[in-house]
């Protein structure tokens, strides 16, 4: 069983600054991955960065990356230069292969311009 | 660039009517998803179906859902009797080969907003 828990409903940013939103999970399974989504107000699911839980080193994508600490069981997303289309729900999760996702609930980011 | 897509994008019904959602996996794709996100709440897994059976179910995947491939593209949820309560948005993803143990992506569709009466 997975459980995934996202401890800030909502955060807010000024554009161009950095922001990182928080994310600890729980799993039985041995080989797993971790995940970032965004949804935007349209609630379209769009894959931001994933992490295979066997690698050390933390996953990036241009202004997105993580902090994995697989002993803690904690993936937060950093989000550099903060810009207006990166407002979303954001939804940190963990999946086991070809298994169902597990989401946790959610945190609503809010861009101040 | 391929995507998933899904009809309708939003439905409307009567509570006790039955309810087919349709999804369009992307082509070379072999595992498909369903998940069921209530207005406001954290996205939830339903099934997954792989060589042409479910895999998996969660607990919210009760005798009145059933999945289907009736052919090599479409990929469908029924709801037998519809409840106030299965009113949300729901998402059909489809992941790629790389067998079981691989981390391929898990592609989203745009959708389908049931809305039951």
């Known amino acids: 069983a997975q459980t995934v828990t996202q401890s800030q409903p909502e955060m807010s940013v000024q554009e161009a600054e950095t922001v990182t939103l928080s994310c600890t999970y729980d799993?039985?399974?041995?080989?797993?991955?971790l995940f970032w989504y965004k949804q935007p107000p349209s609630r379209q699911m769009i894959l931001v960065i994933r992490?295979?839980?066997?690698?050390?080193q933390n996953a990036t994508e241009n202004r997105f990356s993580v902090n994995f600490q697989k002993a803690a069981k904690s993936f937060s997303l950093k989000i550099s230069d903060s810009q207006l289309g990166d407002a979303a729900m954001y939804f940190c999760?963990?999946?086991?292969?070809?298994?169902?996702?597990?989401f946790g609930k959610g945190t609503h980011l809010i861009i101040q311009p | 660039e391929p995507e998933v897509t899904q009809t309708p994008s939003h439905q409307v019904t009567q509570m006790g009517q039955e309810v087919i959602l349709r999804c369009v996996p992307i082509?070379?794709?072999?595992?498909f998803y369903w998940y069921r996100q209530i207005l406001g709440q954290k996205v939830e897994f339903l099934v997954s179906?792989?060589?042409?059976?479910?895999?998996?179910k969660s607990e919210i995947f009760d005798d009145q859902f059933s999945v289907e491939r009736p052919d090599g593209s479409n990929f469908t949820l029924k709801i037998r009797s519809t409840k106030l309560e299965d009113s949300a948005m729901y998402f059909c993803?489809?992941?790629?080969?790389?067998?079981?143990?691989?981390?391929?992506?898990?592609?989203f569709g745009p959708g389908t907003r049931l809305t039951v009466l």
């Open positions: 082509s070379n794709h072999l595992y």
């Open positions: 999760g963990s999946g086991g292969g070809a298994d169902g996702l597990t």
């Open positions: 799993t039985s399974e041995s080989d797993y991955y």
């Open positions: 993803a489809s992941k790629g080969r790389g067998g079981p143990s691989s981390y391929n992506e898990q592609f």
């Open positions: 992490q295979e839980a066997y690698k050390q």
């Open positions: 179906f792989y060589n042409n059976e479910i895999s998996e």
